[in-house]
């Protein structure tokens, strides 16, 4: 298992070492698909072909592979295999404008090298290292079109990010201060370690460890209120970026709280736990649903959608319970393949209307009825229409919900998602279908044809959240399965 | 019949200099010029690197004795140079309009250093040589650089807070847990990557907005 985590880690950082010598030649973006596809490719074996469920260290205590980790690894690899795909039509072809094309594919592979690492990553310093390393990178490709605007957001991001990522250490050294008394102070802390030594942690110092680090972590995964840098950054970045800022990056910040969530509720019960993720999660949810129906700006809309989807995994995980668990684990892929088919459809619009408003969108079915359908299909999958998966997997939380006899969060959770859901669909339906003129575009460049990539990109992306809305794999199933039991806090 | 706890001269030592880091993040409270704002981060951070030097002679650490050097090479010497050059060479204003005036600065920093102490008293944990309760200097000066971050409309300013607030966790680190293995490692990195991005965003922001550092234009994303 460890030579293919190996291989998993080494083709990103070699396609961003021949993407910084071949600069902004085609054959850097090349480099990086066939990196990517490569990465997800060995994602697949790490996880399913190792039984991974099981919980496995690999490369002495380096690595460690459980469901919980299958799950984020999964989601992360392939979204970085899609934008990899859509990154190439989107700059090969000169659709996209991105300034620091030097820079992009580079920036792009340390990015995804930094996300493949988190998940598989066996002690809490890695991990912290791992997550800093995303914020690092991510904020230069945020600021890569170089305008006003995307300084600015880049700017927010890099301080807010930074400064939640201080707090979160501050956290993993409180939980690592708490094992001191039982393993020594020059222990290694790996989670089966701590895991292991949990019940005799100190239990006041671990409940403010796991405080401080969901702040922490949780100012990466846009809960509320620590959210102020995630609108400006998911808007402003380059269309692929957001993708892989919203499926990944926000998935890989909340497996962090989630691994030291694991820990800590064998030490003082899960309950601490989920009342923390409860009350952020249940916040997230909130505002990100009614902030979706005041929105004009697509991108923007589509930051607020990710930050209720982060809200309802938490909430699902806050609830508790098998099937809330799973339903909260399936939402973390489901929404990765339906937030980048959502991002890589605006990232077509705004190539073809140049701006971001839309209100000055129109007629998009008519004119350019590829890009159409995708981005309403994209609109429909992240508010939960069935089939898609969001639907399924937002159902069985709302079932766990019931199950766990916590009606009023259940039925706070159908009506925010109903909520969000109005917000976006009547947008991308007076985008999309509404008649009307768009104001002063270039009707060339509007009705282009598609690109092929970045149409392969948008139909795998489809294709999972569509199939899986149906179709849940035994594999899949198995690992979804596990995950619930790692954050149940039966190891 | 209770003894009076014993303190030799590197636990008085280590005391003195707690005290001196924390009296240093509330000092940059009080100044409003951009070059003086660096200049007290630099001496807060030799009171880092002398606590974390007392440590690891305390507790014969060579790693920890490394860690306070290149502490100090870094944070000492190496950001504050390349900030001030910054601030010589490509801003023209050098005092930061302030959001929150100087005497209401620092009685929100001496109320912010309380609470610190006070929520750091409930924990039971013990600081390598630093006196009970030991999270209450590092809290302070997290909750000074967040506050100081916050209330300077400025992109230098608010490098220095950040840095600030990452002083307070890294003295954390060296008293709360000083064995963590791969210490070394990954501060290092919390020294060096932000820094790294930071000037790269910074140099260009500055490119953009015609020579100033002020972040009071940085107000287009809203809502």
Redesign the interface.
């Known amino acids: 298992m460890a030579v293919w985590i190996l291989i998993m880690l080494a083709l990103p950082l070699a396609a961003a070492g021949g993407g910084a010598v071949a600069g902004d030649r085609p054959v850097s973006g090349w480099l990086s698909v066939a990196a990517a596809a490569g990465s997800f490719a060995a994602a697949l074996v790490v996880v399913f072909a190792f039984d991974a469920v099981r919980g496995r260290h690999a490369l002495g205590t380096a690595f460690f592979i459980d469901g919980l980790s299958g799950v984020f690894l999964i989601a992360v690899a392939f979204v970085y295999a899609v934008v990899a795909v859509y990154s190439a039509g989107y700059l090969l072809s000169g659709i996209g404008h991105v300034r620091l094309r030097r820079w992009y594919w580079p920036l792009l592979n340390v990015f995804g090298l930094a996300l493949l690492a988190t998940p598989v990553m066996a002690?809490l310093?890695?991990l912290?290292?791992a997550v800093?390393?995303t914020t690092?990178v991510s904020?230069?490709l945020v600021?890569s079109e170089?305008s006003?605007?995307s300084?600015?957001?880049?700017?927010?991001y890099?301080?807010i990010g930074?400064?939640g990522l201080?707090?979160g250490?501050?956290g993993i050294?409180?939980i690592?201060?708490a094992g001191?008394p039982s393993l020594?102070?020059?222990?290694?802390?790996t989670y089966t370690t701590l895991a292991h030594a949990a019940p005799h942690l100190?239990a006041?110092?671990v409940r403010?460890g796991f405080a401080f680090a969901l702040v922490g972590f949780g100012t990466k995964v846009g809960l509320v209120p620590m959210h102020a840098w995630l609108?400006?950054a998911h808007?402003?970045g380059p269309s692929p970026v957001s993708a892989m800022l919203s499926g990944a990056l926000l998935a890989a910040a909340l497996y962090a709280v989630l691994r030291i969530g694991a820990i800590v509720q064998r030490t003082v019960g899960p309950s601490y736990v989920h009342v923390l993720l409860l009350v952020f999660g249940g916040l997230s949810l909130l505002l990100a649903a009614f902030?979706v129906l005041?929105?004009s700006n697509y991108k923007?809309l589509l930051a607020y959608s990710s930050i209720e989807h982060m809200g309802i995994v938490a909430l699902g995980l806050g609830i508790g319970g098998p099937i809330a668990a799973y339903g909260a684990f399936f939402h973390v892929i489901v929404h990765a393949a339906g937030k980048t088919l959502a991002f890589f459809g605006a990232g077509d619009l705004l190539s073809r209307y140049e701006t971001r408003d839309a209100d000055e969108v129109r007629g998009v079915i008519r004119l350019a009825p590829f890009t159409g359908v995708m981005v309403l299909l994209g609109a429909l999958a992240i508010t939960g229409v069935p089939p898609f998966g969001i639907f399924r997997s937002e159902l069985l939380i709302v079932t766990g919900g019931f199950s766990q006899s916590k009606y009023a969060l259940a039925g706070l959770l159908v009506v925010l998602v109903n909520v969000a859901f109005v917000g976006v669909y009547q947008l991308f339906h007076r985008m999309v279908i509404s008649p009307g003129e768009a104001k002063a575009v270039d009707r060339a460049r509007l009705s282009r044809p598609e690109q092929p990539l970045m149409a392969v990109a948008m139909l795998a992306s489809l294709a999972v959240v569509l199939v899986l809305g149906v179709w849940i794999p035994s594999p899949l199933n198995r690992l979804l399965h596990a995950a619930a039991t790692v954050i149940g806090g039966q190891v | 019949m209770p003894t009076a706890p014993h303190y030799d001269f590197v636990h008085a030592t280590a005391a003195l200099v707690a005290i001196l880091a924390l009296l240093s993040g509330l000092a940059l409270l009080l100044v409003k010029q951009v070059h003086e704002q660096v200049r007290v981060y630099a001496v807060l951070s030799a009171f880092a690197a002398g606590y974390t030097l007392l440590v690891g002679i305390h507790r014969v650490d060579a790693a920890l004795i490394v860690l306070a050097v290149w502490t100090a090479l870094i944070k000492v010497i190496l950001i504050p140079i390349s900030i001030d050059r910054a601030v010589t060479r490509q801003v023209s204003e050098h005092e930061v309009p302030l959001f929150v005036q100087v005497p209401m600065s620092l009685l929100i920093g001496v109320t912010l250093t309380g609470l610190a102490y006070w929520s750091a008293s409930a924990l039971p944990i013990h600081g390598a040589l630093l006196p009970t309760p030991a999270l209450g200097m590092p809290l302070s000066l997290v909750l000074v650089g967040f506050f100081f971050m916050i209330t300077r409309q400025n992109v230098i300013s608010q490098i220095v807070g950040l840095l600030t607030l990452e002083n307070g966790v890294f003295i954390a680190t060296v008293a709360i847990a000083p064995g963590l293995p791969f210490a070394i490692g990954f501060l290092l990195l919390l020294d060096l990557l932000p820094a790294v991005v930071f000037y790269g965003v910074f140099a260009r922001l500055i490119a953009a907005r015609a020579k100033t550092t002020s972040i009071e234009d940085m107000a287009v994303l809203r809502g």
């Open positions: 002690n310093g890695v912290w290292v800093e390393l690092v904020a230069l600021t170089g006003d605007e300084l600015e957001a880049g700017w927010k890099i301080v930074s400064a201080a707090v250490l501050l050294v409180l690592y201060a001191i020594g102070d020059r222990y290694t802390p100190n006041s110092l403010t609108p400006d808007s402003e902030f005041r929105q923007r």
